[in-house]
């Protein structure tokens, strides 16, 4: 296909080709059945293999062990904002939170709706740009939970490593880093993530949700925003986002197929370096947002000299093909989103626009 974009998108963001082309395969007709995935019953035999499979695919990938559920859930990561409060901060206690940036600004307030909360450590004075040092946390050893939001897609930040907070149960929104890399998920009590990055189309979420959390809440919550409504039913409750599942589910056999989670840092990180260093080694014309200890494998943030010559950027680079590369309106700036799915193609064509640019500008 030889007009692919290069496809630098925060959320909804690139898809591996291949994925696509599968799906594209069976789109009209899904394994002789005569129908589409999409027209067929969610409790038949052959939805509940993708179901089933898209799960198990999971587990594996980031070595789920024994004693967590996996939910597919729908409402974004957004709507978890408002989920892990309501099911999981009783009266009496509160919930601390990292505050790292604009999602977890989010979060935070979600969860003041429904009960008390802490910061445990912020980088709001130093604009987001980088993430709290675990040393400095601070919460109260009968908090709720912690929750930290692994990357900030907006400023460009990335928890290097996670706390390890004892008997407080870790919660982290992993929405734009999920199976960016391997992770310890014994760690976390749970961990969430909006599949529109890393994992396939908007549509679903995926919680990872350790089963001694999964209790009836003590105050009423709708039936749709509880966990063991989800759990008990095997994220079948109702009517799951049938054909977003199976997309993900494609999406984790090419991962799987291109060396699981350690396979996806590794090209993660030829990546981010390709484009860290284009912006480190470019004299000060372009900008690094976040601090070098912070920065993201998946979103990388920079400025120019000012607006002007960031506007002329984007533009340039869209009449070449590059499609998403103005930063987040909350922000400014530039940023390119190079999840795991970004072939190192675009990354390298970035690159050489940047200096081609550069070269033009200064
Ligand atoms: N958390 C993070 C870190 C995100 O990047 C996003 C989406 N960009 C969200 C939460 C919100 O996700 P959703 O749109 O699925 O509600």
Known sequence: MANRAYNFNAGPAALPLEVLQRAQEKFVEFENSGM????????????EKVHFEAEALLRELLSIPDGYKVLFIQGGASTQFA?????????????????????ATK??????????????????????????????????????????????????????????????????????DILCRPIDVSKFAVIYAGAQKNLGPSGVTIVIIREDLINKPTTPVPTMLRYDTHADADSLYNTPPTFAIYMMSEVLKWIKENGGAAGMEARNREKANLLYEAIDNSNGFYRGFAEIGSRSLMNVTFTLANEELEKKFVKES???????????RSVGGLRASIYNAVPIESVSALVSFMGDFQSRNS
């Open 36 to 47: 589409s995935l999409m027209e067929m019953s969610h409790r038949g035999a052959i939805y």
């Open 107 to 176: 979060a935070i307030k979600e969860a003041k709706l429904f009960g008390e909360t802490s910061i445990a450590a912020s980088s709001e004075a130093a604009a987001y740009k980088h993430i709290p040092s675990i040393s400095e946390l601070k919460y109260d050893s009968d908090a709720a939970y912690v929750h930290v939001t692994s990357n900030e897609t907006i400023e460009g930040t990335q928890w290097a490593e996670f706390p390890d907070t004892g008997s407080v149960p870790l919660i982290a929104d992993m929405s734009s």
């Open 83 to 103: 989920m892990i409060p309501m099911n999981l901060l009783r009266s009496g206690t509160k919930a601390a939170y990292v505050a790292t940036g604009s999602w």
């Open 318 to 328: 869209e009449a070449q093909g590059f499609v998403g590369l103005k930063g987040h």
